[in-house]
């Protein structure tokens, strides 16, 4: 008896399921948003929380290479400006954190997944930042390549996605236009400095390609999250965008693509590009890249390091809600 | 008998957009607000969606205090795009 009522309930609730998936289906099919409190399919969340979870990780991370060089900043002009940018990444992943936690994730699972490897970050970030060059070279191309993968999350179909991605592009754009200042002003300056902004676009051009992710016959997911409108564009339709406005900007800074294989293909009205190191890719991925160990043993002793001043705070807090009560 | 709490009303006017505080309403519990806030703001379609929240579980920044808590933004204008000079011919930057 039990058994069978079990299983009756059982059906019902998959035929509920069945009926609620096709609503889901169509609304977002439709363009419509998904807001917290609506029925999502459990791998609509899933994914939703990994991806945002893992945006989140990169800002966070993000701040690390550019902290390299805060204290090195040439001037008092480039060490403010990298100081805000630094904080709006930090602010980009706060944004993040708190979009993927309407979606029942903790803050501290979310931390957890960083720091055990769980949960992986934008690859670009295990390279290192060798010198001041590279803070221009991040701000054009990496920041660069993050506008356009972020331009169309704005339309994403989660609501507070979304919402968080219009904040972020919006603060993004100083970003992109102070790098490429800073390597204006070094391709323009002495023939060390001209040398030092090569060198920097020649380390940094490869890994900003992959910032796009696989290529799209190797990214199994891509096409659900194209039907549920979490992402709206493919990795190669971005990374073609990307190699197409940028070479020009390369050009207009007279510094030279390290690609023998880029050519101007007029058929395609886009650039050809020579193939990237997915190996390479791979490894980093992998937790394999220049310095990952380093990256992750920053955040961790970080967070380690300062329990002491969220302990600090809350006891604090609840002595003052007791001095009141008194 | 004692004034019915008071309630601060949100409305989201639709999907994707956030919800926006529009007013207040009193009511004696949570269920009663958001009935009372649908009656009192959303009457000609306005929303589809309502948040009440007590109102005395909101803790507001003191206007008085509003020029030196605002004051760190003031003379930072490296944060807008417009404060790099980046030549017209450059595209897509």
């Not at chain 1, 194209?226 to 207009?252: C, G």
């Amino acid at each position: 008896m039990y058994t069978v009522e079990l299983s009756k309930r059982h059906e019902t609730e998959i035929a509920e399921d069945a009926g609620r998936r096709a609503a889901f289906e169509s609304r977002v099919a439709a363009d419509e948003f998904i807001e917290p409190k609506d029925w999502m399919p459990e791998a609509y969340r899933k994914t939703l929380i990994r991806q945002i979870s893992q945006h989140a990780h990169s800002e966070i991370v993000g701040m690390l290479p550019e902290g390299n060089w805060l204290t090195r900043a040439p001037s008092l002009r480039r060490k403010a400006i990298l100081l805000a940018k630094i904080q709006d990444e930090c602010g980009h992943g706060l944004y993040l954190y708190a979009a993927a936690e309407t979606l029942g994730a903790s803050r501290d699972e979310m931390t957890e997944a960083l720091h055990s490897g769980a949960a992986k970050y934008s690859s670009i970030f295990n390279y290192p930042t060798l010198t001041w060059a590279d803070m221009g070279a991040i701000g054009w191309l990496v920041d660069g390549a993050a506008i356009l993968n972020q331009v169309p999350l704005q339309r994403t179909s989660y609501g507070p996605y979304a919402r968080a991605m219009v904040r972020i592009c919006k603060e993004e754009s100083f970003h992109q236009r102070q790098g490429y200042e800073a390597m204006m002003q070094l391709a323009n300056g002495t023939k060390a400095q001209r040398r030092m902004a090569q060198d920097a676009l020649n380390r940094f051009w490869w890994p900003a390609l992959m910032m796009f992710g696989p290529p799209d016959e190797s990214s199994p997911n891509s096409e659900r999250s194209m039907r549920w409108r979490i992402k709206r564009d493919t990795n190669d339709e971005l990374r073609q965008k990307f190699v197409d406005v940028s070479v020009p900007q390369a050009e207009a800074l007279g510094l030279s693509i390290p690609d023998p294989d880029l050519k101007w293909n007029d058929e395609r009205g886009s650039y050809d590009y020579g193939t990237i190191d997915w190996e390479e890719f791979y490894a980093v991925v992998r937790g394999e890249g220049p310095v990952a160990k380093e990256r992750i043993k920053a955040r961790v002793d970080a967070w380690e390091g300062n329990a002491w001043v969220r302990e600090a705070a809350m006891a604090h807090e609840a002595k003052r809600a007791a001095r009141k009560a008194a | 008998m004692s004034e019915l709490p008071l309630w601060e009303v949100f409305v989201r006017a639709k999907g994707g957009l956030s919800h926006r505080h529009v007013g207040s309403v009193h009511a004696a519990g949570p269920r009663m607000a958001v009935e009372a806030a649908r009656d009192v703001y959303t009457r000609r379609m306005e929303g589809v969606s309502l948040w009440v929240v007590p109102s005395d579980s909101i803790t507001a920044s003191d206007p008085g205090e509003g020029a030196s808590l605002f004051e760190p933004a003031a003379d930072k204008v490296y944060r807008h795009p417009t404060f790099y000079v980046v030549p017209d011919n450059i595209k897509h930057i």
